[in-house]
């Protein structure tokens, strides 16, 4: 492999993302190709940090850069951001931090840039900014303005927490697969490997990695003893509940993790049809499913037409895993504010209404929907389900163990237990009367 700068490569990313558009998952493995096995891991974890850090970044270039750079210069914004990141948040050595930092401007095309990139770290040092504290809180939240408004409206006993949960690193949750190992079978091989983890009474199944490895090292990863899923995904499959001889439908199924998980809890159904849209995602899905040992009939489709991909009339049970604005999973996908805007919630919480509509009618009478969602606002989420049982009268809502008093569904927030974000509304069609 040429060699390459790494920092220059950080920034890179970050600018495909902040000026391009582009996701993470769309940025990161370029990114991660251009560098070596053993600089990969650092690369993740400045670009996820900076893009955490965003507005406390942005705060402090703006007090140091006299002038917003332009043209081609304008990526050297993002460079400098990555040195303000390594001096107040990382290991990294001051030394390291400035010298590769201004090094990285010639790998960027703009070596005469290297005074004002170094003077600028310098005076980030001289003048102990990491160290002064931040007085607007939107900064420290480090949200965009639109959607800290949204949170502090909707939670505003639990918006600090939500904010603090957001930025931090994310644990890892597994679910081991019981149809392919027993629980016990599989925590033991992890303790003869010195891999620490903490497990969960009555959830056998449920395990959190204390120790840091890549996930293929793990025992048991290509026999399928396990797969990686927040706990709060996890209660997809809890709340759906399905029973043997059930056909199931899992629209908007892709990655795979969910229908895995059904899969898992019972093995004995008719058939589960696991729908997506993007037939790239289906085949990684399938894959998935291929290393755990499950089979599913998978079918490419818009979960709001189901005349063009439905294989029967209805369904038994249908868990909606509806497309959102991600707002719950923030700190596993740190992007995520900065490449949603304000008016993308009004278009998600439409299809999402069009999806609830075009799903219903595949429910069989006495059949259950789970509608779940990533996010974490009530748009979205609850006031989506007041809309629907108010269009449905053949609809009924079912408590969910765990939600608050008087809660429309189940609502985690970020932290909560230490999971993710999440939504559930679990509903029950009435049955048919004479």
């Avoid at 990114?31 to 402090?60: C, I, S």
């Avoid at 040195?83 to 401007?105: I, K």
């Avoid at 009555?202 to 490895?213: A, D, N």
């Avoid at 399905?242 to 199924?253: S, V």
């Amino acid at each position: 492999m040429a060699k390459v700068h790494l920092r220059a490569q950080v920034t890179l990313c970050i600018a495909n993302v902040l000026n391009n558009g582009q996701s993470l998952q769309e940025a990161l493995p370029e990114a991660l190709n251009n560098v070596a096995d053993k600089d990969r891991a650092w690369l993740h974890e400045m670009t996820y940090g900076v893009l955490r850090q965003l507005p406390t970044l942005q705060f402090w270039l703006g007090q140091l850069l006299e002038r917003p750079l332009k043209g081609k210069q304008k990526k050297l914004e993002f460079l400098i951001m990555l040195g303000f990141y390594q001096l107040a948040f990382s290991r990294v050595s001051q030394h390291a931090a400035v010298a590769e930092t201004v090094e990285a401007c010639s790998a960027l095309g703009n070596r005469p840039m290297k005074g004002l990139v170094n003077a600028i770290l310098r005076n980030f040092i001289r003048g102990g900014f990491q160290a002064k504290p931040i007085e607007e809180p939107r900064i420290v939240a480090g949200m965009p303005k639109w959607l800290y408004k949204k949170i502090i409206q909707a939670y505003p006993e639990d918006a600090e927490n939500i904010f603090k949960a957001q930025k931090q690193k994310p644990p890892v949750w597994l679910r081991i697969n019981q149809q392919k190992v027993d629980a016990s079978t599989f925590k033991q091989a992890l303790v003869e490997n010195d891999i620490g983890f903490e497990e969960f009474e009555g959830k056998p199944w449920l395990i959190k990695l204390t120790s840091s490895l890549a996930i293929p090292l793990l025992p048991g990863f290509a026999e399928g003893w396990f797969a990686v899923q927040d706990a709060a995904a996890q209660q997809a499959a809890l709340h759906l509940d399905a029973q043997p001889n059930d056909i199931i439908l899992d629209a908007c199924a892709a990655p795979g993790g969910k229908t895995a998980h059904v899969l898992e809890m019972q093995p004995n159904l008719q058939d589960c049809v696991a729908l997506d849209t993007d037939a790239s995602r289906l085949q990684r899905m399938a894959e998935n499913l291929a290393r755990l040992g499950h089979a599913a009939t998978i079918k490419t489709g818009d979960a709001a037409t189901p005349e063009t991909w439905s294989p029967y009339p209805q369904y038994d049970r249908i868990l909606l895993d509806a497309p959102c604005s991600a707002t719950g999973i923030i700190r596993r996908h740190p992007d995520i504010p900065w490449l949603r805007k304000a008016p993308d919630i009004e278009v998600l919480t439409e299809l999402q209404a069009n999806i609830l509509n075009a799903m219903w009618s595949l429910l069989k009478p006495g059949g259950v929907l789970l509608y779940a969602t990533c996010s974490i606002l009530p748009e979205e989420n609850k006031e989506q389900i007041k809309r629907f049982l108010e269009r449905n009268q053949d609809a009924q809502l079912q408590c969910l163990a765990g939600g608050r008093e008087n809660e429309v569904g189940l609502q985690i927030l970020p932290g909560e237990n230490d999971m993710d974000g999440f939504y559930y509304a679990k509903l029950i069609k009435s049955m048919a009367t004479v």
